[in-house]
């Protein structure tokens, strides 16, 4: 992959984080729920992190990388995809968020597989264990208050 093709992918991932960051700043403005507006907000400072983040990594092409693994629980992967409304309940603003997630990491994992170059792997890698995490941390949310019951 040449320099110039390389750019393009993370001016690609930039967009797909500005994308993200739009989403969940657009449900945490619309939605009533307190708890869901935190989050939401919370995800949207996640999502301009990486922007800065992938930024920085253009400008200063080559910065080693490295990356906590996160487990992916698969929860909310078959869970269908609620509309977007001003009563969005919770637990479906976390489906919303998790699907989100979801994509983000499974485009910087076919990043990562379609990359020749290990620093590039590396850095798609990374970037889709940030997702990963956080779609872990929304599948435990979700997990305890779809199920209650359990706990």
Do not use: C
């Not at 507006?37 to 996640?46: D, H, P, Q, R, Y």
């Not at 597989?113 to 889709?128: H, N, V």
């Amino acid at each position: 992959m040449n320099a110039e093709a390389f750019k393009k992918i993370i001016s690609m991932a930039i967009d797909r984080e500005v994308e993200a960051y739009t989403f969940y700043k657009t449900v945490a403005d619309k939605v009533k729920d307190a708890n869901l507006k935190k989050i939401f907000a919370e995800l949207a400072g996640e999502e301009k992190k990486h922007r800065e983040f992938l930024q920085n990594f253009l400008a200063k092409e080559g910065k080693s990388l490295k990356f906590d693994t996160a487990k992916d629980y698969k929860v909310g992967d078959a869970l269908p995809s609620p509309p977007i409304t001003p009563d969005l309940k919770p637990l479906e603003g976390l489906v919303l968020a998790i699907k989100k997630e979801l994509e983000a990491m499974q485009m910087y994992s076919q990043l990562a597989a379609a990359s020749p170059d290990a620093q590039q792997q590396m850095l798609f890698t990374g970037l889709a264990n940030m997702e990963r995490t956080h779609k872990a941390r929304l599948e435990d949310i979700y997990t305890n208050m779809a199920f209650p019951e359990v706990w």
